[in-house]
């Protein structure tokens, strides 16, 4: 008996088309970063303090990604920036051929920063490369202090963690520290940031790490 092992072939043909966006956003030089985290993590929030700060610097746009996307996209286009939402439907994760389709949309010969809003959730966006050049995990405080081994995966295949919300972490009985110390115990050599809305140290340590990115693309 042959047996086909369809995981596998979903995943390697989405690898391929994950390839070619990647190589169309090279051509473009545009720096494009895959945020990924639970519902309520602060993915949306982190995004926008983002664009506030590097819009005057850099073109920027958005893929919102989401069961009902409109919800988050509107909040990025009330910054005035393209923005591109994406229903996934049934689906709790982007593919790289719906990125695929969004690019298509979007003009990358004026755009210098490309960010990708995940769907909401620790496990589905694991598999599915979307042709991204940073791939973030953002895990909010209030998820417990135990959320990062209970779903390994996607911090060992992030390139960037941000543990959020930290101002709360006294509040809601969370050490934020042992979550730092849980992400590195995954992965080793992966950059952690620790933020907060209110403490702009944090925010601008999160918005340089990505604007290091943009730089880095520009000089390809």
Not at 19 to 24: A, G, R
Not at 57 to 66: E, F, L, S
Not at 135 to 150: A, F, M, P, Y
Request: charged fraction near 30%.
């Amino acid at each position: 008996m042959h047996v086909i092992d369809m995981g596998h072939d979903v995943y390697k043909a989405n690898d391929k088309v994950a390839e070619k966006n990647k190589k169309k956003l090279d051509k473009y030089q545009v720096f494009s970063v895959n945020v990924m985290g639970a519902i309520g993590s602060g993915k949306t929030t982190l995004i926008e303090e983002a664009i506030r700060q590097l819009k005057d610097k850099y073109n920027i746009a958005v893929i919102a990604g989401d069961v009902v996307a409109e919800m988050d996209s509107s909040r990025f286009k009330k910054l005035d920036v393209p923005t591109i939402p994406v229903n996934t439907g049934k689906e709790c994760h982007l593919d790289a051929k719906l990125v695929e389709k969004a690019l298509d949309e979007i003009d990358l010969s004026n755009t210098d920063l490309l960010f990708i809003e995940n769907v909401g959730n620790l496990i589905c966006p694991v598999d599915f490369k979307l042709g991204e050049h940073l791939r973030v995990v953002i895990v909010s405080v209030t998820e417990g202090d135990d959320i990062i081994l209970k779903h390994p995966m996607i911090f060992k295949t992030s390139d960037l963690a941000v543990i959020n919300k930290v101002d709360i972490a006294h509040a809601v009985d969370v050490d934020a520290e042992k979550m730092r110390d849980d992400i590195l115990s995954l992965k080793p050599n992966v950059p952690v940031i620790l933020t907060s809305k209110h403490d702009w140290e944090s925010l601008e340590t999160w918005i340089s790490f990505i604007e290091l990115g943009v730089k880095e693309a520009q000089n390809r």
